[in-house]
Every structure is written in structure tokens, then in C-alpha cells.
């Protein structure tokens, strides 16, 4: 009984990994191939398709408009989601797991409702420009990645280290900078990157608010799949698989594994 | 030393040019007072122990002595300077914390080093001292370690360079021990002791554990509710407690109450449970007493009460039922019942431990001047 | 936070709250009351419209059920597999974690791509399945339910495998020996020691999984396409392509109400199995 549980348990752990890599690996190996038509590589291959990434129509400026909008959402997320910890990690108010709730909410409801939601209230306002609504929505976005982790971090965080800082000759400001912001770091980074990386990769809040001359990148990529499949597209996917794995090489020396999973 | 005062340990209370002068220093929390108008003069140089129930606001002082919190009533001045509501960081009060807060992102050397850095010391000068500060604690083998891979014991000794590498005018130390085991806490207490006296700190020292205080300190203010209840060497606190409070907290006795029935000169007797006991005192007759005895001074047979050319009725005897002994190491409690139910403690040696059997009957006797008196507090 | 008491570490709260009043509560509430207006005024008459017309009540039922589906195999996949990845060692451990987390974190465009790469008639899954002799004939996968849930599944798998494992790994193992030292069998052991403490897991995986997938909707859009309607990809056509706002918002307020009904579900259900909220 033991053994049957011990060996379901890690067929189902292969299966998962081999299920979960699949799609990765079929988009890098369609990507090297010289065929035209999504085949495995067979005997050669070719970075034929990299070459092509240059004449896809409007790839760079959804690029440059997605690392906008997520950089710009992430800092403001990053200023207000961390007095927001603060304030329910520290303060002693009634409301306290009401606000932490407010505010990580958007993680558990349905972007798509979100997105027809600001849709019709910008409408209401007036405000019909694609930049300033899409960040004022990418906030909502990542705020709570960030709100999630520093409240975590926070609530396990010593203040009296402050306090040690303070006696040995820091004001408070630098005690903060010097002693707070370092050691709440991986929060910050772990917050922060999970945050990054859901805005660029954001399409049903983005696809509501965005034009024909502003399209974040998941949009222009859907339309480029709607409209011309080809193995250009699977190029591209593997250079975002490709900067996924350095941000993620970059979160594993700064932070972990393991707290970045949340476990 | 330029204007401290070094004296006896014991002689500097109330004297005007104090090297710390805490001034009825008063705080209170919503309606808790936590410190009742508080005063504490210590001499430079000096090892002085807060010792009192948790609770009883020792945290609250030090962290006021050191601007962590501001004080609602009352002045504190160090070596001539008037705190007031200087920020810590002008303070230049070292502070070892209960769960030593060190930085978990520096490593041991870092840390020793943080608040030579915090002052600017120059790089060669402040590696100078972190080394120093190394050798002193016998680290200097992990000094690139993360303070995170260290033992309880060297994480002690870690919070204590890092406080004291600033060279303080005075430092903190809030039950720095207490988180360690029996046999290391033992080892450390000596090694801070000779640590501070060697460097002549001035050190505040705050703990629950009164052996602890007994042994470390020149002087020892017992904390009750937020009043200092006796301030005094650590010898005198226990032989002269000045309140049942300060007894009952700094080891064991054996207490009984009583009544004055006879004032004879400087003697009176007493009547208690276990029957008259003489004691010397000042008290009218009628007077609701409260006697206490060490343990120690309490001996088996009649003879342990007798004072040299008193006379044989001088000493003061019981005879008490043997309930528990208690095996001590170097020597054996012995906890007897007297007739009405008062529970009676001696200290034997060994060997008598042994002979007293647990259910029999035992005669005691004690010197009247080794009975403690107090008044009784009414209720 | 020093100087301020604690009532006024409070106020550091106050420009996120503001921020997401103004810019979350406000706006579903403005979408909650567009629903229930139209030209004349305040009505119901979206709502009987969309209730009344069988074709939606078809939307929400492939919606729960792809849902349902979905969570059902991340759980039958995910939980064996939690315990798998608690009992290896570090190094196998960091990889197979690295192996969670790097499809957790591509973008959803890039995997559900990949499977329509994978699903086409003459995709690598057929050709597989060709090469061992399980079928002649192409299968057809892509632009079929089956194909739907096999990409959905595996976008929302590691959301089932990560709370698992955060609360698989702190188990005793000494627990279920213990169990055993008491006379129970195996399966009753697992079902009253191991199940039992790994119900808070369990429900934050399902919950996870649940709300994600009743709301995907690039999957469908790429996999399915339109003659396969959910509710997200029936919002988005309502306001996108048939600018019937009506109809958008009481789909919306629908899957609002599903979601909160599994957020509030789970949310009851945890602390009746665990004692405590959350
Ligand atoms: N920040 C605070 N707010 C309210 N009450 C406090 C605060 N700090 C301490 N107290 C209370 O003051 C009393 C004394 O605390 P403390 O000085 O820490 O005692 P000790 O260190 O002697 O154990 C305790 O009853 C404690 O609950
Ligand atoms: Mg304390």
C-alpha cells in the first residue's frame, strides 16, 4: 500500500513536469526549425526565424509599451503596497484583515470583469487614452503580488532591530534604509518581480483599454497568432521563455527558490 | 576619568555629581503605570542589577535610559549631560537586546562594525576595533560568518562587541542571558563580568533570575511594580531585605506571623505558630509582626541557636514534622510543617540530610539575630 | 513608526485603500449598476434578457464544468505529486521547484501557443500517438473540449502543486507511523491522519485553481475558439465586437458573483476543516 502510494506519487510528479515543460519545449524546438510549418527540428536547425522577428509589424514599440506600463505600475505598486503592509503589520486598528483583503483581492477575481469594469467607468470619466488608464489599471494588477509578500515578510520582520540600529548611531531614516529596507529586500524583489512579470504578461485588464496605436505585448502577440501563425511567433515566445529563465536565475541568487515559490 | 565619581559601590546614593542620575522618571501606559516615579543614582564604573518579576517595567527604563521611548515625568543625566529627549543615536547608550537583534543580513564582523560605520569612524580605525572587538569575544575565526550560522552563546557574545566597539558611556544589558542554558548562561555570566569591569563600564543589567544578580552585581535594585524596593550590594539584599517583597523575591526563608507579646530592651519574643520566638527589634507590644530565616541559618538540634556566653535560653527552638528533603548538591534542603500548618525550610549538610527521615519529628533552632522582622501588612 | 502611535501607522494604509476604492471598489460597482440600467432607467431587463435566453445558461454550464474538470485533474495530478516533491532531496528538490515555477512564470500567450503547436492535426501529441500505434488517424484535439482542458490544466496546475507542497512538506511523517503503531491500515491512516492535514492545502489549491479557471481567457480564445463559449470569452465578444454592454455586464457581474461565491465557499469550508479563517 505504501509502495503503490510512493510510486502514484511519483509517476504523477514525472507526468507534471514532463505536462507542465511540453508547451516550452515544442515552442524552442518549432522556433529552431527551418520548416514553415511548426515541425520539429529533424536534422538541421536554423535561426531563420530569429532573423524574421525584425519584420514583425509593431513588435517593438508593444514590447517597449508593456516594460512602461509594468516598471512605472511596479514602483507606484512597490511605494503604496509597502505603507499598506506597514500599516496593517503595525498598526493595532479594527479593519486591519479587511484592508489586507481589499487589497490583495484582484489575485482571486476574474481580470476579464476588472478590465469591462474600468472599461466603463474610465468611459464615464471621460478618460479614453490607452496610457494613463492602462497604468492606473496595471497598479491594480500589482499591487497585491506586493501587498501578499511584504505583509508576509513584515509580520516576521524584528522591528527591534531598528531599535539596535538607532543605539548605535543612526537616526531613524537611515535605520529604515539601512536595516529595513535590506533585510525586507527579498519581499521587495520577490513582490516586486511576480508583480512585473503578471503586468507585461497582462491581457484581459489590458485588452479593454488599449488602441490601435497602443497594444501591450500579449496583445499584439494574440493578434500576430490570430493573423499569420507561423514559426516567427514561436521565436519570440522563446526569447520571453529565455528572459523568464534569467529573471527567475536572477530571483534564485538574490532570493531563492523556495521563497519565491510562497513555500 | 573626568567627572565621574568613583567610590564604594554603596556610597554614592544622592550624591549631586551622580555619573547616571535617574530622576523620578515616571511613564505610563493608557492607565497602567508602569513607572512610579522611579530614581537611580549609579556611580561610573559601576555594575548595577535590575532585578524584578517580568512586568515590572525594567525593559520600560532601559529603553527610556536609552530614547527608545520617551519618559512622561522626570530627568535623566549621564556624565553631566542632561538626556531629555535626545534621540538614541546621540546618546551614545550601548543597548544589548533580550533576543540580541542582530542584523541577519551582515555578517559578524559587519555587525560588530555597524556602528563604527553609523559614526563615520575611518575604514583602517574602525577594522582596527572590529578586530579588536573580535579578540575580545574570541571569534575572530568567524568573523565573515552570517550571524544567522551562529550558537545562541556566540550570538550573545556577537551583540555584546557590537554595543560596546562604540566605546559607550554606558551600557544596557536586558536579560542578555536568559535565552541561554543553565551551564552556558554559568560560563557567560563570568566572562561578561570581567569583560565589563576590564573595559570600567558603567552597565545597567536587567534580569529575573536573582543568583544571577546576586553574583555579577556591585549593586542590585530590586524592581517592584515600577518603584525601585531596595537598592542595595548584592550582600545586604539578601541578609537585610528592606521588605517581605525583596525576601520573598531574593531567595528562600522560612516566614511566620506573629505578635509582640514582650518588649525586652533591644529583644523581643515574639508569639508564632511555632511557639515564642526572640528576635532583636523595635516594636510596642501588640504590634502584628512578620519573621523570616534563611535557610542556612537555621540548624538541627538546640545548640544552632545558642549565641556564645547567652546563655542556653537565648536561641530560638521549634520542633517541626519532616515533610520533604530536597537533595541540593552541595548541600540538602529540609521542608518541615509546623503544628498550625507554617512550612519551615533548613539547609543541612549532606550527611544530616540523610538522617532526617521524612515523618518524624525534628527539633531546629535558630539566633534571634538571625531572625528578620517586619511589619505586618494589614490583609 | 516610531513617532506616530499605532492608530497612525493606520494612516499609511490610506493611499492604497483610496487608490483601490476609487479605482476597483467604484468601478465594479459602476459595472454592478450598468447592468441594472439601461436608456429609461433602472431595470432588470439585462438580466431576463440574458437569463431567459438558453443559449447563456449553455455559457455557464461549460463554464463551471471546464472548471470543474480542470480542478478535478490538477488535484488528481498535483496532490500525489506534492508528496513526491516533499520527500526529495534538496538538490532534485530545487529543480523539480525551478520546473514549477518556470511555466508558472512564462507568459500564458507563449504555453497556450505552445499547444497549438502541440494539438494540430499534425502536432507532435498526434505524431506521438501515431508512433505507438494508439490511433491511425489524426485525432482532432485542437478546437475540441479535450484539447481545451489538457491547456488549461497545465496553465493552472502549478497553482494546485505550490500550496500543496508548502503543506505536505511540514508534515510528520512520524504522524502516519504513528497511526500505524494504533492499529489502523494504511488507507484508513491517510484518510484520518495524512488527508485530514493536508485539507488547508488541498482547499487553497482547489479555490486557486477553481477561481483562476472559471475566468481564463486567452486558453479558450486560442484553443477552443468561439463556437465554444465561456464566460469570459462571451464578456469580452459582448464588448469588443458586439458592443452590447447590457449583456457584457451581467455576464460580468455573474462571474464576479461565482468567483466570490468559491472565494466565500472555501474561505467557510477551511475554517470548519482547520478550526480557524483562512
Ligand atoms: N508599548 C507598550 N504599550 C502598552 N503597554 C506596555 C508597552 N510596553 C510595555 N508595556 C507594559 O508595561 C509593563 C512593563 O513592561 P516591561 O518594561 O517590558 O516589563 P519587564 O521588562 O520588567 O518584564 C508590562 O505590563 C507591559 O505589558
Ligand atoms: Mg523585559
Known amino acids: 500500500m505504501r509502495r503503490i502510494g510512493l510510486a502514484l506519487a511519483w509517476t504523477m510528479l514525472t507526468l507534471s513536469v514532463v505536462f507542465l515543460l511540453a508547451p516550452l519545449a515544442v515552442t524552442i524546438a518549432v522556433s529552431l526549425s527551418p520548416s514553415p510549418v511548426f515541425e520539429l527540428p529533424r536534422d538541421e536547425l536554423s535561426l531563420i526565424w530569429y532573423r524574421q522577428i525584425g519584420a514583425l509589424d509593431g513588435l517593438l514599440p508593444s514590447v517597449l509599451l508593456s516594460l512602461e506600463v509594468a516598471a512605472i505600475a511596479t514602483a507606484v505598486s512597490l511605494v503604496l503596497g509597502t505603507l499598506a503592509a506597514i500599516a496593517v503589520v503595525r498598526g493595532r486598528f479594527p479593519g486591519r484583515e479587511a484592508i489586507t483583503t481589499f487589497l490583495v483581492s484582484p489575485l482571486m477575481l476574474p481580470g476579464l470583469v476588472l478590465g469591462i469594469a474600468l472599461l466603463q467607468y474610465f468611459r464615464s470619466l471621460g478618460l479614453r487614452e490607452a496610457l494613463p488608464t492602462l497604468l492606473l489599471a496595471h497598479v491594480l494588477v500589482v499591487l497585491p503580488y506586493v501587498m501578499r509578500t511584504l505583509t508576509g515578510g513584515l509580520s516576521l520582520f524584528d522591528f527591534t532591530l531598528l531599535d539596535a540600529a538607532r543605539t548605535l548611531g543612526l537616526s531613524w531614516p537611515r535605520a529604515v534604509l539601512q536595516v529595513m529596507v535590506p533585510v525586507l529586500a527579498p519581499s521587495f524583489l520577490t513582490g516586486g518581480l511576480f508583480g512585473f512579470l503578471s503586468s507585461v504578461d497582462n491581457y484581459p485588464v489590458s485588452i479593454f483599454l488599449t488602441d490601435v496605436y497602443h497594444k501591450t505585448l500579449p496583445i499584439q502577440l494574440l493578434q500576430y497568432i490570430g493573423e499569420s501563425p507561423d514559426p516567427t511567433i514561436a521565436a519570440v515566445s522563446t526569447l520571453m521563455i529565455g528572459l523568464t529563465v534569467l529573471v527567475l536565475i536572477l530571483g534564485e541568487r538574490l532570493v531563492g527558490l523556495d521563497r519565491m515559490a510562497g513555500v | 576619568m573626568p567627572n565621574g565619581v568613583v567610590g564604594s559601590p554603596n556610597g554614592v546614593v544622592g550624591s549631586p555629581d551622580a555619573y547616571l542620575r535617574i530622576d523620578r522618571v515616571a511613564k505610563r501606559f493608557g492607565r497602567a503605570t508602569v513607572l512610579d516615579a522611579l530614581s537611580l543614582d549609579v556611580a561610573e564604573g559601576e555594575f548595577i542589577s535590575l532585578l524584578g518579576p517580568s512586568g515590572c ?88 560568518r552570517p550571524v544567522t550560522q551562529l550558537s545562541g552563546g556566540q550570538q550573545q557574545r556577537v551583540a555584546m562587541a557590537r554595543a560596546l566597539a562604540v566605546n559607550p558611556a554606558l551600557i544596557l544589558l536586558d536579560e542578555p542571558l536568559s535565552a541561554l542554558d543553565r551551564k552556558l548562561r554559568e560560563t557567560m555570566q563570568v566572562e561578561l563580568r570581567t569583560l565589563l569591569r576590564a573595559l570600567r563600564m558603567t552597565a545597567i543589567f536587567v534580569t529575573h533570575d536573582q543568583e544571577e544578580a546576586l553574583a555579577l552585581s556591585d549593586r542590585i535594585a530590586v524592581m517592584n511594580a515600577g518603584r525601585i524596593e531596595q537598592l542595595d550590594a548584592p550582600r545586604a539584599i539578601y541578609d537585610r531585605p528592606a521588605s517581605p517583597f525583596v525576601l520573598d523575591f531574593v531567595g528562600l526563608s522560612t516566614t511566620l506571623s506573629g505578635v509582640v507579646e514582650r518588649v525586652d530592651g533591644p529583644m523581643l519574643e515574639v508569639v508564632t505558630a511555632l511557639g515564642p520566638v526572640r528576635v532583636r527589634g523595635q516594636f510596642v507590644r501588640g504590634a502584628r509582626v512578620l519573621l523570616a530565616v534563611r535557610p542556612e541559618k537555621i540548624g538541627v538540634g538546640s545548640g544552632a541557636g545558642n549565641v556564645p556566653g547567652a546563655g542556653p535560653r537565648a536561641g530560638n527552638t521549634a520542633t517541626i514534622r519532616v515533610a520533604d528533603r530536597t537533595f541540593l548538591g552541595r548541600s540538602c534542603l529540609v521542608h518541615g510543617v509546623a503544628a498550625e500548618g507554617d512550612r519551615v525550610v533548613l539547609e543541612t549538610s549532606n550527611d544530616m540530610g540523610e538522617r532526617v527521615v521524612p515523618g518524624s519529628d525534628l527539633l531546629v533552632s535558630w539566633r534571634p539575630e538571625d531572625t528578620l522582622l517586619f511589619p505586618q501588612v494589614a490583609g | 513608526m516610531r513617532r506616530l502611535r499605532p492608530a497612525g501607522v493606520g494612516l499609511l494604509s490610506l493611499p492604497a485603500t483610496i487608490y483601490f476604492l476609487l479605482l476597483f471598489a467604484v468601478p465594479l460597482a459602476v459595472l454592478l449598476a450598468e447592468s441594472l440600467h439601461d436608456r429609461s432607467g433602472w431595470t432588470l431587463a439585462h438580466y431576463t434578457r440574458f437569463f431567459t435566453t438558453p443559449y447563456n445558461w449553455g455559457v455557464v454550464g461549460r463554464t463551471l464544468r471546464v472548471a470543474v474538470l480542470c480542478t478535478l485533474f490538477c488535484t488528481l495530478l498535483g496532490y500525489p505529486a506534492a508528496f513526491a516533491l516533499a520527500r526529495t532531496r534538496s538538490l532534485l528538490q530545487s529543480a523539480l521547484i525551478a520546473a514549477l515555477l518556470l511555466p508558472l512564470s512564462v507568459s500564458v500567450i507563449v504555453k497556450a501557443f505552445g499547444w497549438t503547436v502541440l494539438l494540430r492535426g499534425n502536432g507532435v501529441v498526434n505524431q506521438a500517438l501515431q508512433a505507438l500505434g494508439l490511433t491511425d488517424a489524426p485525432l482532432r484535439l485542437l478546437f475540441t473540449e479535450a484539447g481545451l482542458l489538457i491547456g488549461i490544466t497545465n496553465i493552472f496546475l502549478p497553482f494546485m502543486v505550490l500550496p500543496l507542497f508548502a503543506v505536505v512538506r511540514q508534515l510528520d511523517p512520524r504522524l502516519t507511523e504513528a497511526a500505524a503503531t494504533l492499529g489502523s491500515t494504511p488507507l484508513h491512516g491517510f484518510l484520518t491522519v495524512t488527508l485530514r492535514l493536508t485539507l488547508p492545502g488541498l482547499i487553497a489549491g482547489i479555490t486557486l485553481v477553481f477561481s483562476l479557471s472559471i475566468a481564463a481567457y486567452v486558453i479558450p480564445t486560442l484553443l477552443i475558439g468561439d463556437t465554444y463559449q465561456t464566460l469570459p470569452t462571451l464578456i469580452a465578444t459582448s464588448f469588443l465586437y458586439l458592443q452590447d454592454p447590457g449583456k457584457g455586464s451581467v455576464a460580468g457581474v455573474t462571474l464576479l458573483v461565482l468567483s466570490l461565491a468559491t472565494i466565500i465557499a472555501s474561505a467557510a469550508l477551511s475554517r470548519r476543516f482547520t478550526g480557524r479563517g483562512r
Open chain 2, 57 to 144: 517595567g525594567k525593559t520600560t527604563l532601559l529603553r527610556i535610559l536609552a530614547g527608545l521611548l520617551t519618559a512622561d515625568a522626570g530627568r535623566v543625566t549621564l556624565a553631566g549631560r542632561e538626556l531629555g529627549r535626545l534621540p538614541p543615536h546621540k546618546r551614545n547608550v550601548g543597548v544589548v537586546f533580550q533576543n540580541y537583534a542582530l542584523f541577519p543580513h551582515l555578517t559578524v564582523a559587519e555587525n560588530i562594525g555597524f556602528g563604527l560605520r553609523a559614526r563615520r569612524v575611518p575604514k583602517p580605525e574602525a577594522a582596527a576595533r572590529v578586530a579588536r572587538g573580535l579578540e575580545m569575544i574570541r571569534l575572530t575565526h568567524l568573523a565573515d
